[in-house]
């Protein structure tokens, strides 16, 4: 088997190995994608909580100080009754007087507080609910990774050998610029030449579609070497139908 052929054959077998690998990344990937999405919406829940712990409190305090300030007024009030002076009488109604506005600004403020917390605890809700979610997706895609794993696993491990097989049987010059290409296009390091003109002696790349001078597919035909598409680098091949109708036999 000539050089041309053992590059094809490698070829052959490593698109099924990527094809494989892709599957199980893809599911792979989705199971991270949603681990991140519910790592975020757990801070946004985690913070939603503490905001709203927060302004609990802060209400709680406020009616705290409101009942403080009633208690204080009923004492005031009873105060009063036994004031035996009309000063003391004043003092203790002017005192009571001012503890009601501060109370009812107090028990305003505590309202607020109370309605933002009522805002917060929705938004906790709705967040929470999302998180929930989001928990059931990740386990369709664990579940997915996992049937993906049983179902191609095995035949990754067997084609992952005979690509390595394969590899063996390549000039290790030839191999370098391989996986250099598979490296560099993080897809197909060969192209075949495509025909679009027999008679104007016109062929393309196969993988960047540009075209290809007649002597680079002469040396396909003609030499048993690597030849790469002057455009993008790739390797090239004659795929067995053009091999055919060009009178070309695979080296053996």
């Known amino acids: 088997m000539g050089l041309h052929d053992t590059l094809h054959a490698l070829f052959l077998v490593d698109q099924q190995v990527r094809g494989l690998q892709s599957r199980l990344d893809s599911a792979a990937q989705l199971v991270r994608t949603q681990n991140a999405k519910i790592d975020q919406r757990t801070r946004q829940r985690d ?15 406020f009616e705290n100080e409101a009942n403080a300030a009633e208690e204080r007024i009923e004492k005031l009030r009873q105060q009063m009754n036994t004031a035996t002076t009309n000063k003391e009488y004043s003092a203790f109604l002017l005192e009571m007087n001012t503890l009601k506005v501060e109370k009812g600004k107090v028990e305003e403020q505590a309202l607020e507080e109370l309605t933002r917390a009522d805002a917060l605890k929705a ?14 997706i990740r386990e369709r895609a664990e579940t997915e990774l996992a049937e993906r794993k049983a179902d191609v696993s095995g035949r990754l491990e067997e084609l992952k050998a005979e690509r390595a097989e394969a590899a063996e049987k390549v000039p290790s010059n030839a191999l370098a610029v391989f996986d250099r290409l598979l490296n560099m296009f993080d897809d197909d390091p060969m192209a075949p030449v495509i025909e679009t003109d027999r008679r104007r002696l016109e062929y393309n790349c196969g993988g960047c579609y540009m075209q290809i001078p007649i002597e680079r597919v002469n040396q396909l035909a003609t030499q048993d070497e690597v030849v790469q598409c002057p455009s993008c680098q790739r390797m090239l091949y004659l795929e067995a139908e053009l091999r055919e109708s060009m009178g070309i036999k695979s080296n053996s």
């Open 123 to 136: 938004d906790l809700d709705e967040h929470e609910a999302k998180l929930t979610e989001q928990q059931r």
């Open 47 to 61: 913070e939603i909580a503490d905001r709203l712990k927060h302004t609990q409190a802060t209400a709680a305090n």
